[in-house]
């Protein structure tokens, strides 16, 4: 059965930092490209970046030299390190697989002073 299950949200200050965890299960995670997606209140779902199996990584131009994707292969876990944030980073956190999977519940982001 495939599930996604993040984790690691919050409520954190501007200029503040977090890690996301997204483990996976029921699926070759080891050789799947993964991406990391959020959608904000009121927006549609965005691609914040992604990371091949082999760990190289792209982003979206608003949240690049501020956010690092990584992957422990071993642990079937993607992490998304979250550096400066900003209000506008506020939103609902979710991983997935070129969007062919289930998603799972996501886990909330809120940046506010």
């Known amino acids: 059965q495939v599930r996604l299950v993040e984790a690691g949200g919050g409520s954190v200050q501007p200029g503040g930092s977090l890690r996301l965890s997204c483990a996976a299960s029921?699926?070759?995670?080891?050789?799947?490209?993964m991406g990391w997606y959020r959608q904000a209140p009121g927006k549609e779902r965005e691609l914040v970046g992604n990371?091949?199996?082999?760990?190289?990584?792209n982003y979206a131009d608003s949240v690049k030299g501020r956010f690092t994707i990584s992957r422990d292969n071993a642990k079937n876990t993607m992490y998304l390190q979250m550096n400066s944030l900003k209000p506008e980073d506020t939103a609902v956190y979710y991983c997935?697989?070129?969007?062919?999977?289930?998603w799972g519940q996501g886990t909330q982001v809120t940046v506010s002073s």
């Open positions: 029921g699926i070759p995670f080891s050789l799947s490209v």
């Open positions: 990371i091949t199996p082999g760990g190289r990584t």
């Open positions: 997935n697989r070129n969007l062919q999977l289930p």
